[in-house]
């Protein structure tokens, strides 16, 4: 090579020479960068869920590792934005939306797509435009599942001691949920769609009619999934508002039960913190001196206030979790005040052990 450019005028060698340098000094390789990816849908028919198989579950956003190359401030950017995503988020701006061939060839496999995770991030502009290659993806393949979408029409409930008529508007909603989804449920008939009011009614003005705006919330017992829809998210409530003499109670120590499907609650420990929560009803006079009748009886756990954790077969341990909360109360009793939240940790049990005699 040298021999090649003494043949070459002066500037012709101090540019190559300059040229590579700056290859060397402004091109940086960086591994282990996290590209996490969104999984989106483009049928109204089909959700798409990627199996993680790490997570060992089904999740909306493809978790991927690469080797990345290109200009050195683009790949510190890139890589300092991937630091602090957690599995459930993706990377701004990548989402993956199966074209229709490829929504074709899944259904013709079960519902089951295939995919070559290097290919799905070369689709992306955003590292073509900023002079970035893609090297060592792994995952290097990732398996795509089709959910159908059901469509269930429920009528919008709506219940209060301080309203004794309304109208809502809508009247039914439609909630749109994969049917994987309504199986792990527990079937339709568990479906239900409430109206959450955007306004405090107990401050509005007795004895007239008030328009607020409410938000149709679908209920189902169990964790929050986004997949679940509901059509339209939001409607209008007009409520006649009453004054009712309502007296509240609290309720020190309602001890938080454990509920799932036995084949999780078999397998593993559920620790929750803390184990009690303190709640306030409220109700009219005779709801409330029977539960003062049951609460001098035997205390909290004879009050018929429930708090339950609901777990999910979609769970796994996890150094932590917060899950809502679900209350049971009799009737007539409303809640005032209660934790939404609480906190709780999955352990695997030990195997059960054997004596000699047993053998």
Same mark, same amino acid.
């Given at each position: 090579m040298i021999e090649r450019l003494k043949g070459l005028p002066l500037t012709i060698i101090l540019t190559v020479l300059i040229w590579m340098y700056a290859e060397a000094q402004f091109t940086a390789v960086q591994p282990d960068v996290k590209v +996490? &990816?969104?999984?989106?849908? =483009?049928? =109204? $028919?089909y959700a798409v869920r990627v199996y993680d198989p790490e997570q060992k579950k089904y999740s909306s956003v493809l978790n991927l590792v690469a080797t990345l190359q290109g200009p050195r401030n683009v790949i510190e950017r890139i890589y300092q934005d991937s630091l602090p995503l957690s599995p459930q988020e993706a990377f701004p701006g990548l989402a993956y939306v199966p074209t229709a061939r490829e929504i074709e060839q899944a259904i013709a496999n079960g519902n089951t797509l295939e995919v070559d995770t290097l290919s799905i991030l070369n689709r992306f502009d955003y590292f073509r435009s900023k002079g970035v290659t893609i090297h060592n993806v792994q995952p290097s393949r990732a398996r795509i599942m089709l959910d159908r979408i059901v469509h269930l029409q429920r009528r919008v409930e709506f219940k209060s001691p301080l309203v004794d008529r309304f109208t809502l508007e809508p009247a039914v909603? $439609?909630?749109?949920? @994969? *049917? /994987? /989804?309504? =199986? =792990?449920?527990?079937?339709a008939d568990l479906i239900r769609v409430v109206a959450d009011p955007q306004e405090t009614i107990e401050t509005l003005s007795p004895n007239m009619d008030h328009v607020?705006? &409410? !938000?149709?919330?679908?209920?189902?017992?169990? *964790? !929050? $999934?986004? !997949?679940i829809r509901v059509s339209p998210p939001q409607g209008a409530l007009t409520a006649h508002v009453v004054r009712q003499a309502q007296r509240a109670v609290p309720i020190p120590d309602v001890a938080v039960w454990i509920s799932g499907p036995p084949t999780v609650l078999s397998k593993y420990d559920i620790e929750i913190q803390p184990p009690t929560v303190s709640v306030t009803v409220s109700g009219g006079t005779t709801a409330i001196d029977a539960l003062r009748h049951r609460l001098e009886a035997g205390g909290s756990k004879s009050s018929g206030v429930y708090a339950y954790l609901d777990v999910t077969a979609e769970d796994r341990p996890e150094t932590g979790s917060r899950r809502r909360l679900r209350y049971v109360? @009799?009737?007539?009793? +409303?809640?005032? *005040?209660v934790p939404t939240e609480i906190g709780f940790r999955m352990i695997e049990k030990a195997p059960p052990t054997t004596t000699p005699a047993e053998r």
């Open positions: +996490n &990816v969104q999984v989106l849908s =483009a049928s =109204a $028919d909603a $439609d909630v749109q949920i @994969p *049917s /994987a /989804a309504l =199986a =792990a449920i527990g079937g607020m705006q &409410v !938000r149709f919330v679908v209920e189902y017992g169990e *964790s !929050r $999934d986004e !997949r109360l @009799p009737e007539g009793l +409303n809640q005032v *005040s």
